[in-house]
């Protein structure tokens, strides 16, 4: 017999600044369909909504569902949120402020829809499904064109009163060094970022310390990429090794710093960067946390990357719509 649980319907949506990428999940988070589209940010909030809605209709018309079959929706989104009433107040890469993501969804499709952290959303996904699945508390660290954080901490999403927290890419780790993006100086981001190592592994190129990565991407910043850092490394380029194996030690800094104040059983690598090159971030990221938190601490956590790429993401922002569902209505019960 299918019950009313067993028949409910899931949808998760990861927007990024390039690209967005959702999926349609039935009760037991099994995917049914999905639809990846250029984000386009620069055509502006109405085209970039419009987009979203067919996206998930499309995904929806594969899936032979109507909007009706789909208990609740979650998305994933970069940038300041205000979750309480899921407004994307601004997002990098977009063109895009204020904009009520929570409001249309819900208006479009007739359904809860739950507006969260694109990191948190990844954390979320490796918790409920992945390498995280038996931690009390799991910290995520994604390093990318920026370091994003995010923390389950039993069972739930960590966050502030109205948005989301762990943005530990503007953790302070080198005093009076390198100004960050956001504006200040010794940033996360400032100094381990892949678009930092990419600059770096750029100027090494130039000054001929990395003949691999000058003859096959040139000093070009978009064309150094995740990939072309590994296959640089495993050329044999030592200089861009050491640059990303510094940045790596950067985050381990980080990571040791949250361990002092959440302690954590579990640090979940993810991102770009982690997946081309896993064993060489886990073991740095390992060793210069380790190195810097209390010695009763030490063997209290473990550094793992993540396991479900993509998938992380859009899984658990569905899941996090199905857990507010659930918890809204047990509230009411």
Same mark, same amino acid.
């Given at each position: 017999?299918?019950?009313?649980?067993?028949?409910?319907?899931?949808?998760?949506?990861?927007?990024?600044?390039?690209?967005?990428?959702?999926?349609?999940?039935?009760?037991?988070?099994?995917?049914?369909?999905?639809?990846?589209?250029?984000?386009?940010?620069?055509?502006?909030?109405?085209?970039?909504?419009? *987009?979203?809605?067919?996206?998930?209709?499309?995904?929806?018309?594969?899936?032979?569902?109507?909007?009706?079959?789909?208990?609740?929706?979650?998305?994933?989104?970069?940038?300041?949120?205000?979750?309480?009433?899921?407004?994307?107040?601004?997002?990098?890469?977009?063109?895009?402020?204020?904009?009520?993501?929570?409001?249309?969804?819900?208006?479009?499709?007739?359904?809860?829809?739950?507006?969260?952290?694109?990191?948190?959303?990844?954390?979320?996904?490796?918790?409920?499904?992945?390498?995280?699945?038996?931690?009390?508390?799991?910290?995520?660290?994604?390093?990318?064109?920026?370091?994003?954080?995010?923390?389950?901490?039993?069972?739930?999403?960590?966050?502030?009163?109205?948005?989301?927290?762990?943005?530990?890419?503007?953790?302070?780790?080198?005093?009076?060094?390198?100004?960050?993006?956001?504006?200040?100086?010794?940033?996360?981001?400032?100094?381990?970022?892949?678009?930092?190592?990419?600059?770096?592994?750029?100027?090494?190129?130039?000054?001929?310390?990395?003949?691999?990565?000058?003859?096959?991407?040139?000093?070009?910043?978009?064309?150094?990429?995740?990939?072309?850092?590994?296959?640089?490394?495993?050329?044999?380029?030592?200089?861009?090794?050491?640059?990303?194996?510094?940045?790596? *030690?950067?985050?381990?800094?980080?990571?040791?710093?949250?361990?002092?104040?959440?302690?954590?059983?579990?640090?979940?690598?993810?991102?770009?960067?982690?997946?081309?090159?896993?064993?060489?971030?886990?073991?740095?990221?390992?060793?210069?946390?380790?190195?810097?938190?209390?010695?009763?601490?030490?063997?209290?956590?473990?550094?793992?990357?993540?396991?479900?790429?993509?998938?992380?993401?859009?899984?658990?922002?569905?899941?996090?719509?199905?857990?507010?569902?659930?918890?809204?209505?047990?509230?009411?019960?």
């Amino acid at each position: 017999m299918v019950t009313k649980e067993d028949a409910r319907h899931w949808v998760g949506f990861d927007l990024g600044g390039t690209k967005m990428l959702g999926k349609v999940f039935d009760s037991q988070f099994r995917s049914l369909s999905h639809d990846r589209a250029k984000t386009k940010g620069n055509e502006g909030v109405e085209s970039g909504l419009l *987009r979203i809605t067919k996206t998930i209709h499309k995904m929806l018309d594969r899936a032979d569902l109507k909007p009706k079959d789909i208990a609740g929706i979650g998305f994933g989104c970069p940038g300041p949120l205000d979750l309480e009433r899921g407004i994307a107040h601004s997002a990098p890469n977009l063109s895009w402020e204020n904009v009520p993501l929570k409001d249309h969804l819900e208006d479009e499709f007739g359904c809860p829809a739950v507006i969260l952290n694109d990191v948190d959303a990844g954390v979320y996904g490796e918790y409920r499904f992945g390498v995280a699945a038996k931690s009390r508390v799991v910290v995520g660290v994604f390093p990318g064109t920026g370091i994003g954080g995010g923390c389950v901490y039993e069972g739930s999403i960590m966050r502030g009163a109205t948005g989301s927290c762990m943005e530990i890419g503007h953790v302070q780790v080198a005093p009076e060094g390198p100004l960050c993006g956001c504006g200040q100086r010794g940033c996360l981001e400032a100094v381990a970022s892949r678009l930092v190592i990419a600059s770096r592994a750029a100027a090494a190129a130039y000054r001929g310390q990395a003949p691999y990565l000058l003859e096959n991407s040139g000093t070009d910043l978009t064309k150094i990429r995740s990939k072309a850092l590994a296959d640089s490394i495993a050329a044999g380029d030592t200089a861009v090794e050491n640059i990303v194996r510094d940045a790596a *030690r950067q985050i381990g800094r980080a990571v040791a710093g949250v361990v002092h104040l959440l302690g954590p059983d579990l640090v979940v690598l993810g991102g770009g960067l982690v997946e081309a090159m896993p064993k060489l971030f886990v073991t740095e990221v390992n060793e210069s946390a380790k190195k810097r938190v209390l010695p009763a601490l030490m063997k209290t956590f473990e550094v793992v990357p993540a396991k479900l790429g993509d998938d992380a993401g859009v899984m658990g922002a569905a899941a996090w719509a199905q857990h507010n569902v659930d918890t809204d209505a047990q509230e009411e019960a």
